[in-house]
């Protein structure tokens, strides 16, 4: 999972050193929190949360692959 | 004579701008099918992806990169109203923008998935265009995402008698079909 959300931030950003992605998993419910530099933010959340709310889907198709739910939480440096 | 090897230099064909077009978007082909790929296999998803640049079917639109996706039950990356799939296209889509500097038309696709939908949509648009003529009363589509209600506007847009317009506000945003106003 964290793969996946680290290959997409990387290749959105203008700044990739920056990104960061932690992964915790408890039961079924994996946890993925991604930090990026203050000026990627708008690049990874994008208009209306569009842009995150994408590779939130993407990663939900790929937990429940593994019978797991999965969440993205986009946090500021 | 330095002069004169300069002249010839710039006048080998690898130097128009048709080719520097063509260029871009094979290059921006290669891309999608580098950055699907990964995108497949970081996804745990074991599928075969095809690119092909499709000339437009309009002069004044651009090519555009097709990319198909084949595999054994790949119903899970259509997703409930094609949304799996959208973000999968809005994703691979932002990562072409941000690799080549320019917005490339891209659709993703899988197994013929929206070439099929498209062809349900536009014999939908056709069908309901010639009851908004029958009747002269305006008709309402279902709630439709963006892609879709432009292939109602555009398989209509040359219609004699009736035109169309989007109403209402997202996610909810319909085509509605209605008569030309006579002048």
Redesign the interface.
């Known amino acids: 999972m964290k793969e996946l959300v680290e290959y997409i931030a990387k290749s959105l950003v203008e700044d990739p050193t920056q990104v960061s992605v932690v992964e915790t998993e408890e039961g079924d419910h994996i946890r993925i929190e991604l930090t990026v530099a203050k000026e990627d933010m708008g690049r990874i959340i994008g208009k209306g949360g569009r842009v995150a709310n994408s590779i939130r889907t993407l990663l939900r198709v790929a937990a429940a692959r593994e019978g797991k739910r999965a969440s993205l939480d986009v946090i500021e440096p | 004579m330095e002069g004169q090897a300069a002249e010839v230099k710039l006048s080998t064909p690898t130097s128009s701008y048709l080719d520097d077009a063509d260029d871009n978007i094979e290059k921006a082909r290669q891309m999608a099918y580098e950055?699907l790929t990964?995108?497949l296999g970081?996804?745990?998803?074991d599928a075969k992806v095809v690119t092909r640049i499709v000339d437009p079917e309009d002069d004044k639109d651009r090519p555009i990169i097709l990319a198909d996706i084949s595999g054994k039950d790949l119903s899970?990356?259509i997703?409930r109203k094609s949304?799996?799939l959208?973000?999968?296209q809005?994703?691979t889509s932002?990562?072409l923008c941000?690799?080549i500097g320019e917005w490339v038309p891209l659709m993703v696709d899988v197994q013929g998935y929206r070439y099929r939908r498209e062809r349900q949509l536009r014999q939908l648009a056709r069908r309901i265009a010639d009851q908004v003529v029958q009747t002269g009363r305006k008709q309402v589509l279902e709630p439709m995402p963006a892609n879709e209600r432009r292939i109602i506007h555009l398989e209509l847009r040359y219609h004699p008698f009736v035109t169309t317009e989007s109403t209402g506000e997202e996610p909810n945003r319909r085509a509605t079909i209605f008569l030309k106003p006579r002048d």
Do not use: H
Request: net charge negative; hydrophobic share 45%.
């Open positions: 950055t990964e995108l970081k996804m745990n998803i899970i990356l997703g949304e799996t959208n973000s999968l809005y994703v932002l990562i941000n690799q």
